[in-house]
């Protein structure tokens, strides 16, 4: 790399990667738009943010979470581009790791980017254009649009604070290894659904994401679940999207209580840190996802009767359906978590209830309770309590 392109891409961030304002955005995007040579630097500096992100606790699909909670799908589809690039170069991390690299590898392909082969098996590799190539700009984007929208991407990769580090095992020979459910695509198209105000549109997103929950069996995957294995917990973290993310939060902590795991909410982030043995996290992941679906869909069905009685969509009413399917589900669960111990097992579960408390106050000493705000909608918590009695449950395996 010649020390004029260094140069370049160096004069660019200088500008525009500590300074807020759109006047220094503008200057450092006009000076990577005048160099296409710099274009092969600007990329590798792009992994080793992505890289560096990694060093400070992140995963790929925390990265590409706050990448969509903070900019546009421009940035998703650049930092996405990047973290494939970079994986090549990476050391091992883990089923987990490699489950949200071929999540990416596959909604890269859906959207008709170039994935190379292997890469959709969590393999990881650049796109085929080779260096420089990954983050070419896009069909009738302009150099310094692309340039502009790097330079945003970069800033909040710079930016990234450490998070809790979490465990990158490989499994056990003979155990199995988490599979990869779309978890993430089915929660984005709900929050995507709440979002828009047409219920036509809402219903067919909701749909969507029912059709992606049976592709995937997410309840039936927790009746072959595998035992737990090995002799110490460990930890994943499971994306709460907007919005009424504190009902969310709220089922989430309820699911993973029921499953012998514990959870911890970091609402800045979008997600809850889930503290558990690995069979019982991969449950709380599938679990919560399928009674995601499930309140969605309720919802949408218990507005369109309000809509129809002359009642208009409101945010209230859906805060307190969410909050009351939490407290609920959160209910139901408990107790049918109860019918599966036996009198030889509470030893077990009592060890597996201390080594779950160890790990997550190693990991968060500190730590705080939040009021649940906001459900005042009489008729909306009557209809989320209903909506959780007939909400499906799939039992989990005993514990031998």
Known sequence: MSSTTTGTVDRAFRAALYDDSDTALDTG??????????????????????AAAWQRGWQPADVVRIVRRELDDVHIRLVSSLIRAQAPDDRPRGPRWAAQLADLAAEAAEAGETVEAGEAEA???????????????????DRFSHATALLQLYRLLLRLPALEPLDERQPAPGQPRPESRMLARVRALLAKAEATAFPEEAEALTAKAQELTARYSLDEALLSAAAPAGDAPGACRVGVEPPYEQAKAVLLDAVATANHCRAVWNEAFGFSTVVGFEADLEAVELLFTSLLVQAQSAMTTAEAAQRRGGRKRTKTFRQSFLAAYAHRMG???AAAAGTQV?????????SREVAVGDRLDRMFPETTTTRLRGAGDAAGWTEGTEAADRARVADRPRLP
């Open 123 to 141: 393999v990881g590799s650049a796109d085929a254009a080779g260096p420089g190539g990954v983050l070419r700009p896009p069909p009738r984007t």
């Open 342 to 350: 036996t009198d030889d097992l509470l030893p077990v579960l009592a």
């Open 29 to 50: 995007a006009s000076v990577l738009a005048a160099d296409p040579a710099a274009d092969a630097e600007l990329e590798r500096r792009g992994r080793e943010f992505v």
């Open 331 to 333: 209910t139901r669960l």
